[in-house]
RNA sequence: GCCGCCUUAGCUCAGAUGGUUAGAGCGCUAGAUUGUGGAUCUAGAGGUCUCCCGUUCGAUCCGGGAAGGCGGUACCA
């Protein structure tokens, strides 16, 4: 006798997520609410593969010939490499390419869909998550980049948040640069004490501006006791960075005269003022206030591929978790000018600008603020099986329904009258319709609404009153269905 | 990757110094109610105590390892 083989587990890998029900309403929902702010701009939709050759991806390392770790990678038949995207701008940017003269510029597209990293997935980080993105490419103009801000704010006020609920920051990668001038490093390259600034700056929400000056010069020990090294700068050096990171006022006119003797002297400084100044303009003919969208020298977004304004929407909410502990949800959105990376297909520098909201955070992050309330009853209207030799009356009863556009079943499983008005409950039914001798006689139906029901037996504790079963039951004439569904679906006002 | 904590019923969790039959609440099933969900009461079902190796007469409990989870942290296009 051999041992009956260990059963199957059933499980998902770790970091990735089944969506059922409410939630892929929600999700679909949101995503439709997003799509339309992006078509009222002029925005124009693209699909494109899951998978793409890892070169494309700029994510192969050549001396081990072998992709990056952080991506999901395989070998095709012919023995290439390719791989699962880890975002929808390095597949756009090899569409563009790939499409050349046949692309009318400036070309705006948007797109959505799922997005995959192979990295450890943390609260709220997963491995297969849904981005929304919308670029604009060629074009150098911070028109561009201005849009981008008016278009996040204008969705996520769509989305029924209200103003001062979120906030969009902006800065720019020149800016930056020109920091980097003035503690004398090279400006926008990408050597590893250059990096570790940038990186210090980005923690400034978690760690704070102490720990932001330790891990810009000697290096900041954690709670968990990890070490992570610093920049290296001199106090005068990380006083400068700090100086500019913290110069962010309310108003965003204010904040470019407090950047304006920040990075003063620096040439490229200077050109981020200017483009900062010019967004200014743009933001306020586009109606976008200083509720909507702030200058923040604090943003500094990823670390590869950005060239100029960088910007970030996050939600402002306090939220509390099941637990009752408060919450940081942090950015929901985040994008910026990539001009450099066309060229990597083409040669030429192709300017583009683009930002991308992250569908599943901004979900997470509203229906922990509340706003995304699970309706109380998104189920169909059951029509419970009392007697089933009259199967074809219940299935013309959920036909009729269906033609009056109302969600019906007629029930498929076991079980008497009890068990069906019990799973009818589950399943979120608004309404039961129940059919037996008695009603067939008398050529009607019986409707038992639910919803009414349930908010009456959170009232009533009694005993006695329980067994009053015409409670939220009426009667009908068999030709009034269609009519008195409508009627408990929609009462009148 | 690194650090810490955790893993017992579908879920949340108790528990015994290493000893027969491992518990609670919620949920689930059924009955009270032969044609009625959601309240109440009663009963019932449900367990490889994560897995492997070791110590032991005997391990869910002790030791080692693995896997999974949680929380930090690093990296993050």
Known sequence: MSKPPPRLQARSPRGFQDLSGHAVRARTKMIATIREVYDRY??????????????????????QDRPD???????????????????????????????????????????????????????????????????????????????????????????????????????????????????????????????????????????GIEGVRLLLTSGRKDESGDFTKGAGLSAQAADIVLDFMQAGQASRGETLSALARAVANAPSGRAGLDELEAIDRILANLGIDEGRAIFDPGIVRGLAYYTGAVLEAAITIEITDDEGRRRQIGSVAGGGRYDGLISRFTGTDIPATGVSIGVDRLMTALSLAGRIGASQAEGPVVVTVFDKSRMADYQRIAAELRAAGIRAEVFLGEGGLKAQLRYADRRGAPVAVIAGGDEFAAGTVSLKDLIAGRALSAEVAGNEQWREKSRAQVTVPRGELVAQVKAILQPPA
Not at 43 to 63: I, Q
Not at 111 to 129: C, I, L
Not at 193 to 204: E, N
């Open 42 to 63: 002029g925005f124009e939709p693209l699909e494109t593969p899951a998978l793409e050759y890892v070169d494309a991806l700029g994510k192969f390392l050549p001396e």
């Open 69 to 207: 770790e952080g991506i999901f990678a395989l070998k095709d038949t012919d023995e290439q490499w390719i791989a699962l995207r880890y975002d929808l701008t390095a597949p756009l940017s090899r569409f563009v390419a790939q499409m050349g003269q046949d692309l009318v510029l400036p070309y705006r597209r948007y797109q959505v869909g799922s997005v995959w990293r192979n990295e450890k997935p943390g609260p709220g980080r997963f491995r297969e998550f849904t981005q929304f993105d919308i670029d604009t490419i060629g074009t150098a103009s911070p028109a561009a980049d201005a849009e981008n801000c008016a278009v996040l704010a204008e969705a996520l006020e769509a989305l029924g948040l209200k103003r001062g609920e979120f906030i969009v920051k902006i800065n720019t990668r020149r800016l930056l640069d020109g920091v980097m001038e003035r503690i004398g490093l090279q400006p926008g390259s990408a050597d590893p004490q250059s990096l570790c600034v940038l990186r210090a700056i980005d923690k400034f929400d978690r760690v």
